[in-house]
């Protein structure tokens, strides 16, 4: 079984950038997809970025050019590099095993205007 467990988040200033990880635990690594998703109060959870087990990616509208997907199969970790945050970036950001229940605990991320 596939756990999952996000770090990264904090608080940083509009305009500023930060760096989430996703360490999973399992010898599949290679071979599984992970998405980012992220979650505000009173919101359903909205899909954020995604990336195959070959390495493509995927994003929302709302991060295409400012978020990053990547991949580290040796360190069995997925990164989210996010630039040029913006408020409405705040949310609690949590990673996901394609198609699969399998989420990790969440990592805040706070965004001051």
């Known amino acids: 079984q596939v756990q999952l467990v996000e770090s990264g988040g904090g608080l940083v200033q509009a305009g500023g950038s930060l760096r989430l990880s996703c360490v999973a635990s399992?010898?599949?690594?290679?071979?599984?997809?992970i998405a980012w998703y992220r979650q505000v109060p009173g919101k359903r959870r909205e899909f954020v970025a995604g990336?195959?087990?070959?390495?493509?990616?995927n994003y929302a509208e709302s991060v295409k050019g400012r978020f990053a997907i990547s991949r580290a199969d040796a360190k069995n970790t997925v990164y989210l590099e996010m630039n040029s945050l913006k408020s409405e970036d705040t949310a609690v950001y949590y990673c996901n095993r394609f198609g699969t229940p399998i989420w990790g605990q969440g990592t805040q991320v706070t965004v001051s205007s």
């Open positions: 990336i195959s087990s070959g390495g493509v990616t």
């Open positions: 399992g010898s599949t690594f290679s071979s599984i997809g």
